[in-house]
């Protein structure tokens, strides 16, 4: 609840100095977020990119803009040079609280800004480095991909975060036909689910779950969802306390 009243005080911050720069939104009956190998498969690019400046509009704060440089491209065909996002706006411009970055370790939710009423992320630090999915906009221009809450752009610590080592897998996983697909992914959950004194790959484990149950939802080749939530609040109790007992 702490957390929901500061992230609703930053808002009311954000509203004071300027509109939205996103309207906000509200989901068509019936919507769901799209899985991350959805997410993956849609994008007509996927960026690994640092925010490197930006431009804030306060008389049309649609105008509003950050600026990203390029450093990987993991998906499609991007042109040399910067991109420019509309619609977005740096940290310093808003508050405190929407400095906050990604959990490196959380591969369902989307950034914590996602759920601030524009239903995406919005907001950046500058000099952040994150993983950007987009689709062409208005124009040409480049624009987010995803829709509502999807994990469209997530702070990285680097080219071999995990989030973007799992990114990976479900780019190599959408260019194959259904039955290969499913086989990768299968392969790979087993796999990574059988480390189990690993926290990490527990949590990768269960992102694949979740993308595999819509494609086979009746082959019964899953834990049931109790199981599967019990198996993913283990991990991350247990990197939990490792970095307790690693900050003394």
């Not at 950034?111 to 480095?129: D, L, N, Q």
Request: glycine share 8%; charged share 25%.
């Amino acid at each position: 609840m702490k957390l929901v009243r500061s992230m609703t005080a930053s808002l009311g911050l954000l509203v004071g100095l300027a509109a939205i720069p996103a309207a906000a939104c509200t989901p068509r009956a019936g919507y769901e977020v799209p899985t991350n190998l959805e997410l993956v498969r849609d994008a007509e690019a996927i960026v690994l990119a640092q925010v490197v400046g930006g431009s804030m509009d306060a008389a049309n704060p649609e105008g509003s803009t950050i600026t990203v440089r390029p450093v990987a491209t993991l998906k499609g065909d991007v042109p040399p040079g910067d991109i420019t996002l509309r619609g977005m706006l740096l940290a310093g411009d808003v508050g405190r609280e929407s400095s906050m970055l990604s959990n490196p370790y959380e591969f369902e939710a989307a950034h914590p800004v996602s759920y601030w009423g524009a239903c995406i992320r919005y907001v950046f630090p500058e000099g952040t480095t994150a993983l950007f999915f987009l689709k062409r906009g208005e124009g040409g221009a480049w624009a987010p991909a995803g829709g509502p809450f999807s994990r469209w752009a997530e702070d990285v610590p680097g080219e071999d975060a995990p989030w973007v080592e799992l990114s990976r897998l479900y780019i190599r996983a959408a260019s194959l036909p259904d039955a290969d697909r499913v086989a990768l992914l299968e392969s790979e959950r087993d796999s990574q689910r059988s480390r189990r004194g690993d926290p990490l790959a527990q949590l990768v484990a269960a992102d694949i779950d979740r993308v595999l149950k819509p494609q086979t939802a009746s082959s019964g080749l899953f834990e049931d969802s109790a199981q599967t939530e019990n198996t993913v609040a283990a991990a991350l109790e247990k990197m939990r306390k490792a970095a307790i007992e690693a900050g003394n």
